[in-house]
């Protein structure tokens, strides 16, 4: 049963919603804890017996063993969520990160090790993730989940940004704790933020333990059939995935864009932040307002402002402008990325929601490993201002497409 939502709007009535404030806080503390382990995890390395010449593959496999579970797992884990308690399994995951990292120390130092503990770390973070959706809608009143959704962005977003910038300065911090600071630094993140999750006033949702067992592949099936039939979830995860797309093309094509505006190649990060910095505006602008807004063509918006700032881009060798538009860029995914995030948990009943988010989240990161592949070999083909406009035009039409699609459903509807 979702709370009465208390008197005021915006962010204020949601720092009200005690049950709210709580799974914010272990977000926050999950998200910050994920971006330090990974910190954490690329500081650790060279201290494992790997061969001198295997430094760059060794880095390639971690990240590989970090990114597979997402791709595997996604779905699965959604089918789990829907039939356990969401609150048991966002504190466990949690619990059993931290204890995981806490294993550390005491285990070989084999590089084969490190791999399995960054897989398994992603295996739970597979669970958490689902979990956490499906448990916002259960907590918030449907007239917030606007405001609830550009909050939690907006977290992600700063998480990202201010996570790896911190990581390291509070790995040092920590090892100035003793021999094995870093590891308590990182599995105190996960383990507070287990301790605070489980503290959330929710109601036991799921079915009970004896059926989370129970037939997983027509679970999968079932996910699939709801989403065929369901035209505006299936609309707003193919514009979700097309977001993600953009910014999965545009880690690659940072390198490139940042020797064109005149940063060194090496500084092409400050790119990408000025993108979450963006996101970060307008999640909070929606936080405030888009609730009044929801009527409108939000993501059709924000799409066409970020295929203009992708075709800008092929026009710019100034610094100031390109940042400008790596804000903008970041604000216009904003407006697409919050508003169909609310619209799936708006629209999916409790019941499919874990299987929804885990083939969103499943979806995404396979979709995500297209645009990683092609973007370079793309750019070395026809060069980068080419690839920039192409991005703007492909954008544009399918955000279009998605639109006019989005709408003919809604026509049928009513």
Same mark, same amino acid.
């Given at each position: 049963?979702?709370?009465?939502?208390?008197? %005021?709007?915006?962010?204020?009535?949601?720092?009200?919603?005690?049950?709210?404030?709580? +799974?914010?806080?272990?977000?926050?503390? /999950?998200? $910050?804890?994920?971006?330090?382990?990974?910190?954490?995890?690329?500081?650790?390395?060279?201290?494992?017996?790997?061969?001198?010449?295997?430094?760059?593959?060794?880095?390639?496999?971690?990240?590989?063993?970090?990114?597979?579970?997402?791709?595997?797992?996604?779905?699965?884990?959604?089918?789990?969520?829907?039939?356990?308690?969401?609150?048991?399994?966002?504190?466990?995951?949690?619990?059993?990160?931290?204890? *995981?990292?806490?294993?550390?120390?005491?285990?070989?130092?084999?590089?084969?090790?490190?791999?399995?503990?960054?897989?398994?770390?992603?295996? *739970?973070?597979?669970?958490?993730?689902?979990?956490?959706?499906?448990?916002?809608?259960?907590?918030?009143?449907?007239?917030?989940?606007?405001?609830?959704?550009?909050?939690?962005?907006?977290?992600?977003?700063?998480?990202?940004?201010?996570?790896?910038?911190?990581?390291?300065? *509070?790995?040092?911090?920590?090892?100035?704790?003793?021999?094995?600071?870093?590891?308590?630094?990182?599995?105190?993140?996960?383990?507070?933020? #287990?301790?605070?999750?489980?503290?959330?006033?929710?109601?036991?949702?799921?079915?009970?333990?004896?059926?989370?067992?129970?037939?997983?592949?027509?679970?999968?099936?079932?996910?699939?059939?709801?989403?065929?039939?369901?035209?505006?979830?299936?609309? #707003?995860?193919?514009? =979700?995935? =097309?977001?993600?797309?953009?910014?999965?093309?545009?880690?690659?094509?940072?390198?490139?864009?940042?020797?064109?505006?005149?940063?060194?190649?090496?500084?092409? %990060?400050?790119?990408?932040?000025?993108?979450?910095?963006?996101?970060?505006?307008?999640?909070?602008?929606?936080?405030?307002?888009?609730?009044?807004?929801?009527?409108?063509?939000?993501?059709?918006?924000?799409?066409?402002?970020?295929?203009?700032?992708?075709?800008?881009?092929?026009?710019?060798?100034?610094?100031? *402008?390109?940042?400008?538009?790596?804000?903008?860029?970041?604000?216009?995914?904003?407006?697409?990325?919050?508003?169909?995030?609310?619209?799936?948990?708006?629209?999916?009943?409790?019941?499919?929601?874990?299987? $929804?988010? %885990?083939?969103?989240?499943? $979806?995404?990161?396979?979709?995500?490993?297209?645009?990683?592949?092609?973007?370079?070999?793309?750019?070395?083909?026809?060069?980068?201002?080419?690839?920039?406009?192409?991005?703007?035009?492909?954008? /544009?039409?399918?955000?279009?497409?998605?639109?006019?699609?989005?709408?003919?459903? +809604?026509?049928?509807?009513?």
């Amino acid at each position: 049963m979702v709370p009465v939502s208390p008197s %005021g709007a915006g962010y204020l009535a949601l720092m009200k919603n005690r049950p709210f404030l709580l +799974l914010w806080i272990g977000q926050v503390l /999950s998200q $910050v804890g994920d971006k330090v382990f990974f910190v954490f995890l690329i500081a650790v390395l060279f201290t494992y017996q790997i061969p001198p010449s295997w430094e760059n593959s060794a880095r390639s496999a971690l990240m590989i063993a970090i990114t597979l579970p997402a791709i595997l797992l996604g779905s699965a884990a959604g089918i789990f969520v829907d039939r356990g308690d969401k609150k048991q399994i966002m504190a466990g995951c949690n619990l059993l990160r931290g204890l *995981l990292v806490l294993l550390i120390p005491v285990l070989p130092k084999q590089f084969a090790i490190l791999l399995i503990i960054g897989f398994l770390e992603s295996v *739970l973070t597979q669970f958490f993730a689902p979990a956490e959706q499906a448990a916002i809608p259960l907590l918030v009143p449907r007239q917030g989940l606007m405001t609830a959704n550009a909050l939690f962005t907006t977290t992600m977003m700063g998480s990202l940004i201010v996570g790896f910038a911190i990581g390291e300065p *509070l790995l040092t911090v920590a090892r100035s704790w003793g021999r094995f600071g870093q590891e308590l630094l990182v599995a105190g993140l996960y383990l507070v933020a #287990a301790a605070v999750l489980y503290t959330i006033p929710m109601a036991k949702s799921g079915d009970p333990p004896h059926m989370v067992r129970a037939h997983p592949w027509q679970d999968f099936k079932s996910g699939l059939a709801y989403l065929k039939k369901d035209r505006l979830v299936s609309n #707003a995860l193919l514009q =979700l995935t =097309l977001l993600y797309s953009v910014f999965a093309a545009l880690t690659v094509l940072a390198i490139n864009l940042a020797d064109e505006i005149g940063l060194k190649a090496t500084q092409f %990060g400050f790119l990408l932040a000025a993108s979450g910095v963006g996101m970060v505006f307008g999640a909070a602008f929606l936080g405030h307002w888009g609730e009044r807004l929801h009527h409108k063509p939000l993501p059709l918006v924000g799409f066409l402002i970020m295929a203009a700032s992708l075709t800008l881009f092929t026009f710019t060798d100034r610094l100031g *402008l390109g940042l400008t538009l790596s804000v903008l860029l970041g604000m216009g995914a904003s407006l697409v990325g919050v508003p169909m995030q609310t619209l799936v948990q708006k629209q999916t009943p409790e019941e499919m929601r874990g299987k $929804v988010f %885990g083939f969103q989240n499943n $979806v995404v990161n396979i979709a995500l490993s297209l645009p990683l592949a092609i973007a370079g070999p793309l750019t070395d083909t026809f060069g980068l201002r080419v690839v920039l406009l192409g991005m703007g035009i492909l954008v /544009s039409l399918v955000s279009i497409w998605a639109w006019h699609s989005t709408q003919k459903v +809604l026509e049928k509807a009513i």
